[in-house]
Nanobody
Framework: QVPLVESGGESVQAGGSLRLSCEAP??????????LGWFRRTPGEEREGVAR???????LYADSVKGRFTISLDKTKDTLYLQMDSLRPEDSAMYYC?????????????????WGPGTQVTVSS
């Protein structure tokens, strides 16, 4: 599989915004049957799902980011985005892009198995 590469992580003040991008150079997103998502992890914690989108357009968000984060998929550029607004210190984490087969309306419908190296987001109060 073509590796995923995240970018866009920075240090920002609380209330600020960032946009993360995820690309896989040379990889074309399949027409159907796939999920792409954003996950995050802080030291000592397990990776948690932040937002995910399927090739059919089904979107899910973690409750903690609903109304603040927006996931989108540009199939013309084969790029996944995460627009993060109203950032809070508790959003600080390493953010990972994930890819896997599946679809549907719940997190368990996607079998994420490919991951990027991550991009660090730090939000200061």
């Amino acid at each position: 599989q073509v590796p995923l590469v995240e970018s866009g992580g920075e240090s920002v003040q609380a209330g600020g915004s960032l946009r993360l991008s995820c690309e896989a150079p040379g990889y074309s997103i399949p027409i159907s049957g796939y999920c792409l998502g954003w996950f995050r992890r802080t030291p000592g914690e397990e990776r948690e799902g932040v937002a995910r989108i399927t090739t059919a357009g089904n979107i899910l968000y973690a409750d903690s980011v609903k109304g603040r984060f927006t996931i989108s998929l540009d199939k013309t550029k084969d790029t996944l985005y995460l627009q993060m607004d109203s950032l809070r210190p508790e959003d600080s984490a390493m953010y990972y892009c994930g890819r896997g087969r599946g679809g549907g309306t719940i997190w368990a419908d996607c079998a994420f198995g490919d991951w990027g190296p991550g991009t660090q987001v730090t939000v200061s109060s």
